[in-house]
């Protein structure tokens, strides 16, 4: 069962290996990891998405508690979370078949990030489920390359993981 861990971290140098290395120690793999500041400089913010029962996921909390650098972390509990990926797709774009490139884009929310006279690069912020729709309809005109960002979640309403001052 997927699981979101949502972890406050000091910010500094190696403090992303230490709680890394802490999943590939114990065999535990990730499934997305991704890492940005806060509204607190001096604190990151850490999502990861594992795969593994409610036993694993309480020895990773117990391990990641005793690192020096972890200040705050959560479980966000799957049906409580609002989360996003974002993906840019560079697609085979023939003057014929960019209209239906567009509309595609339109419907999807997504956006045109890029165009030359043979490619156009689709930018969508979405849940994984609508991103895999969007690779599906835009596979037909030859999808070139993709790239994607880790998951990133919230736990919905007011429940919030925040560094106390």
């Known amino acids: 069962m997927k699981q979101t861990v949502s972890i406050l971290v000091e910010n500094h140098a190696g403090v992303l290996s230490r709680v890394s290395g802490l999943f590939s120690r114990r065999g535990f793999n990730i499934d997305s990891l991704a890492v940005g500041v806060t509204d607190d400089s001096s604190v990151s913010r850490i999502t990861i998405v594992v795969d593994g029962d409610d036993y694993m996921l309480e020895q990773v ?78 596979a037909p005109y030859g999808v070139k390359e993709v790239v994607r960002t880790g998951t990133i979640a919230l736990q919905r309403g007011g429940e919030s993981i925040t560094v106390q001052k």
């Open 61 to 138: 909390e117990k391990q990641l508690n005793k690192l020096i650098d972890v200040i705050k972390l959560r479980t966000l509990p799957q049906d409580e979370i609002i989360s996003r990926e974002l993906m840019l797709i560079k697609v085979t774009a023939k003057s014929d078949a960019r209209g239906d490139i567009m509309d595609i884009a339109k419907i999807m929310g997504a956006k045109i990030s890029d165009i030359t006279t043979s490619t156009m690069t689709v930018e969508i912020a979405d849940t994984a489920e609508r991103l895999q729709t969007m690779l599906d309809l835009l």
